[in-house]
């Protein structure tokens, strides 16, 4: 049963909005940073009260009196820091970000203080060992087996003197993750580059002009303004005739966060993450060893699907053997291109590279990417993914009206076919100010069996950056996104359609809980292969202007086009994997000074790349994913998962054969069922032999990416 643990909050707090959306949905625009102190320090209350209760000698090791009540009180506290966290992500202020990291070091000591709790671990022991476990279903089982191994990672059979120790690395590796985040969000928010004579902007389409004369005018300036964030500064890489301002650019961009960023940050040293990476690694590595294992690689391993720290680097660097032909093909045709039809005789420079790039492209295939683009506006691509989503799982989706954190954002509703709702999902499309770049997939609420035997339903949050609808001639256009920006979209959605289609009712293990690092990636990469198949493209195009779908000849291009330097795509992807599984596997972190992360990833690069490295490059400084991401020692996993994802689409294919459709239903379900549904509740090889009824195979994967 459930036992209350203190009183109810006090009147003025039940008016906060991080307490007063209780188990439904926070009303975001009314949150202020104000009210997240008083919130967050109600909630560790309760959250203690209820471990204190746990591990209460009167409290039995069963799930209804043990489990239900610490989850109840830690999923509170947990989902009003998630909404903390994600706007803290896409609605960055000041005072925010201050109320922000002012509660961060309580929450991450609350949580770390929880994996260390030597009585809860015993009491979660007893409960594995008692007559009782033998009566959960399969789902609760795994979540107390998950539950023992994450004690046993938080520290709980550490000796009491090394707890304080492991605490304090908890605390800090929380706050350089942050920092290393807020520092690469201030350099990109912080960089704007005008122009003022139009002579310079030669070669950029007209909605990159069009979004630059919007900013500008937006920041009171004269003229076109242009940033790092990605859907200004990549048209001016990719298309600019201007080389002088390809190059400022770039090294602006890839200087982020680092000792060599341009003007704007010299001086202000707070944003240089080298010592920060320095320090994260150090603390990983100090982690690793209290609780037994050679390095943080070898601890990361614990929770996945891969075995063995030797098996992973062997995985990579198999792969990289296959790719590096092909990126050596890739770079010799492009060298040779750019010196015969672009006057690059003396050779390509990094800021030419993605300019080359499209020339080969439009002279090979005969189409732009910007040409492409304007046959993809967002809300025909929205119509096209939800037909995707409803023929193959059986849902149906529409519009909702969810409390909103800025007019951008729209939210939907999931049905099952009698109209049932099953779960609903935020969609944040657009780049702004403030907004962390990239594009995520997170847990706003996840599935669970309430005590009462209701069923609380999933809700998530879909993060993209796309260019945002900007005025030409003084009209509205509707925002049209790139190809690429149709993967994202589609990658993002499967992860969210994993979380939201789970039939698990335990929290644990219900959606992307619980599933293996190395795993989760496979729905997102799943999703990717159906903005590749023309009975999906055509009727999910319409051009900007005129109305009419893609043409059938250009989708012939598109489909030629697909691999189009596939090998140099393919040997960064694994470069940044093996930079990644390196540093966290055989990197000395202890006794490195200066720049020993950027010497470490580039003798990686010198001896796997076929590209010059540019000296002053800094990438590293801004690799969000590995130190503020949550994918250290984890990178590697897109490339593991994408050999899962291939092959599992690989059964729509031999479907297709058959019916003439990869939107075959009778396959969705079989994929819905065994992969979608289960969540975490089995290990993910399971899940994958369940559906394909077989181990894996990479060879699905070459062929896709014309490796093979």
């Known amino acids: 049963m459930i036992i209350s643990t203190s009183p109810k909050p006090s009147a003025e707090l039940q008016k906060n909005p991080l307490i007063s959306f209780g188990r439904g949905i926070a009303a975001y625009s009314e949150i202020k940073p104000s009210d997240i102190a008083p919130a967050i320090e109600y909630l560790l209350k309760q959250a203690q009260l209820a471990v204190d209760h746990a591990v209460d000698t009167a409290t039995s090791a069963s799930w209804n009196d043990l489990v239900e009540p610490l989850e109840d009180a830690t999923e509170s506290l947990g989902r009003s820091w998630g909404v903390i966290s994600h706007l803290n992500s896409v609605a960055d202020t000041p005072e925010l970000r201050a109320a922000y990291g002012e509660m961060m070091p309580k929450v991450t000591a609350f949580f770390s203080s929880l994996g260390q709790n030597l009585a809860l671990y015993q009491k979660f022991k007893q409960l594995s060992q008692s007559a009782d476990f033998s009566k959960l279903n399969a789902a609760q089982k795994k979540v107390i087996e998950n539950s023992l191994r994450d004690f046993r990672l938080g520290g709980a059979e550490l000796a009491d003197s090394q707890k304080p120790r492991f605490s304090e690395i908890q605390d800090e590796q929380a706050l350089l993750g942050k920092s290393f985040s807020d520092h690469v969000l201030d350099a990109t928010d912080g960089f704007v580059h005008v122009i003022q004579d139009a002579t310079e902007l030669a070669g950029l389409p007209e909605d990159a002009i069009?979004?630059?004369?919007?900013?500008?005018?937006?920041?009171?300036?004269?003229?076109?303004?242009?940033?790092?964030?990605?859907?200004?500064?990549?048209?001016?890489?990719?298309?600019?005739?201007?080389?002088?301002?390809?190059?400022?650019?770039?090294?602006?961009?890839?200087?982020?966060?680092?000792?060599?960023?341009?003007?704007?940050?010299?001086?202000?040293?707070?944003?240089?993450?080298?010592?920060?990476?320095?320090?994260?690694?150090?603390?990983?590595?100090?982690?690793?060893?209290?609780?037994?294992?050679?390095?943080?690689a070898d601890l990361s391993l614990a929770p996945k699907m891969a075995n063995t720290v030797d098996e992973v680097d062997l995985f990579l660097t198999n792969f990289a053997d296959k790719s590096k032909p092909f990126a050596q093909k890739d770079w010799q045709a492009l060298c040779e291109f750019s010196k015969a039809e672009l006057g690059l005789a003396k050779g390509l420079e990094p800021w030419d590279i993605p300019f080359a790039s499209e020339h080969l492209k439009q002279t090979r295939y005969a189409f732009s990417e910007n040409e492409l683009k304007q046959y993809f506006p967002l809300p025909k691509v929205l119509d096209g993914l939800f037909e995707v989503i409803q023929t193959l799982f059986a849902v149906k989706i529409e519009a909702a009206d969810l409390p909103i954190w800025h007019a951008?954002?729209?939210?939907?509703?999931?049905?099952?076919?009698?109209?049932?709702?099953?779960?609903?999902?935020?969609?944040?499309?657009?780049?702004?100010?403030?907004?962390?770049?990239?594009?995520?997939?997170?847990?706003?609420?996840?599935?669970?069996?309430?005590?009462?035997?209701?069923?609380?339903?999933?809700?998530?949050?879909?993060?993209?950056?796309?260019?945002?609808?900007?005025?030409?001639?003084?009209?509205?256009?509707?925002?049209?996104?790139?190809?690429?920006?149709?993967?994202?979209?589609?990658?993002?959605?499967?992860?969210?359609?994993?979380?939201?289609?789970?039939?698990?009712?335990?929290?644990?293990?219900?959606?992307?809980?619980?599933?293996?690092?190395?795993?989760?990636?496979?729905?997102?990469?799943?999703?990717?292969?159906?903005?590749?198949?023309?009975?999906?493209?055509?009727?999910?195009?319409?051009?900007?202007?005129?109305?009419?779908?893609?043409?059938?000849?250009?989708?012939?291009?598109?489909?030629?086009?697909?691999?189009?330097?596939?090998?140099?795509?393919?040997?960064?992807?694994?470069?940044?994997?093996?930079?990644?599984?390196?540093?966290?596997?055989?990197?000395?972190?202890?006794?490195?000074?200066?720049?020993?992360?950027?010497?470490?990833?580039?003798?990686?690069?010198?001896?796997?790349n076929i590209i010059p490295q540019p000296a002053l490059s800094r990438w590293i400084n801004s690799f969000s994913h590995i130190f503020a991401g949550g994918y250290a020692a984890g990178y590697y996993s897109y490339k593991w998962a994408e050999v899962l994802s291939a092959d599992a689409y690989a059964a729509f294919e031999e479907a297709a054969k058959l019916t003439g459709s990869v939107l075959d239903t009778e396959t969705g379900t079989r994929y819905r069922q065994e992969i979608l549904e289960v969540g975490g509740s089995r290990p993910a090889a399971e899940s994958f032999k369940a559906f394909r009824g077989r181990e894996p195979s990479i060879d699905a994967l070459l062929r896709h990416g014309g490796l093979a």
Not at 244 to 258: E, G
Not at 276 to 294: C, I, K, S, V, W
């Open 210 to 296: 069009a979004a630059a004369a919007d900013l500008a005018s937006q920041k009171s300036l004269q003229g076109w303004a242009f940033t790092l964030h990605f859907p200004s500064y990549y048209p001016v890489m990719q298309y600019s005739e201007n080389r002088a301002l390809r190059k400022l650019m770039y090294q602006a961009y890839v200087t982020r966060a680092s000792e060599l960023a341009p003007q704007y940050a010299i001086g202000n040293l707070d944003w240089d993450n080298t010592q920060n990476m320095l320090d994260q690694l150090r603390l990983r590595d100090e982690e690793a060893r209290m609780l037994g294992f050679t390095n943080y």
């Open 408 to 608: 951008d954002v729209q939210s939907f509703a999931v049905k099952d076919q009698s109209g049932n709702i099953r779960a609903y999902f935020y969609l944040d499309p657009y780049a702004r100010p403030g907004k962390r770049g990239g594009a995520w997939m997170d847990d706003a609420r996840g599935r669970r069996e309430l005590p009462n035997g209701e069923i609380q339903i999933p809700v998530a949050y879909l993060v993209c950056n796309f260019a945002s609808p900007v005025k030409v001639d003084g009209v509205m256009r509707q925002p049209t996104i790139t190809h690429d920006d149709v993967i994202t979209l589609f990658h993002e959605s499967g992860h969210g359609l994993h979380h939201l289609l789970t039939q698990v009712s335990a929290l644990g293990v219900s959606g992307i809980n619980g599933v293996e690092w190395d795993a989760v990636e496979l729905p997102s990469q799943f999703m990717e292969n159906f903005c590749w198949e023309w009975e999906v493209l055509e009727k999910m195009t319409a051009h900007a202007q005129t109305g009419e779908p893609l043409p059938k000849a250009l989708f012939e291009k598109m489909l030629a086009a697909k691999n189009f330097q596939n090998g140099l795509g393919t040997l960064r992807q694994v470069i940044m994997s093996l930079t990644d599984w390196r540093l966290h596997s055989r990197f000395d972190a202890s006794n490195a000074k200066g720049h020993a992360v950027l010497d470490a990833s580039r003798a990686i690069a010198n001896e796997y």
